[in-house]
């Protein structure tokens, strides 16, 4: 992977924060917004983009009559991370810090 063709997913701020929080697990909405401090719409339109491209699995289902959605990395959007962490680890070890 190049630095210049660094995938979309991994371009925004928020984006980078939802896909590091996933690492761990899966997430519910209200726990990705508590972590991330985005707004319900902004978090919502990131989380379509990010399973559109195949980063992200929604679940979506009622609980107690309430609407429930969890989120969860999935294998592929979990190589790309592995594959932009050791992109930016080349560039590290290749810079004079």
């Known amino acids: 992977m190049e630095i210049n063709a660094i995938p979309e997913a ?5 984006r980078l924060a939802i896909l590091s929080a996933l690492l761990t697990g899966e997430k519910n909405f209200k726990e990705l917004k508590k972590i991330t401090e985005a707004t319900d719409g ?4 990131q989380l379509k ?4 491209a195949g980063h992200i699995a929604i679940r979506k289902e009622f609980v107690n009559n309430k609407p429930k959605t969890t989120c969860a990395m999935t ?7 592995r594959e932009y962490v050791e992109m930016l680890e080349r560039l590290l070890g290749q810079a004079e810090i």
Do not use: V
């Open 10 to 14: 991994f371009q925004t701020k928020l």
């Open 42 to 45: 902004n978090l919502g339109a």
């Open 49 to 52: 983009k990010l399973e559109e």
């Open 75 to 81: 294998d592929f959007g979990r190589r790309q991370f």
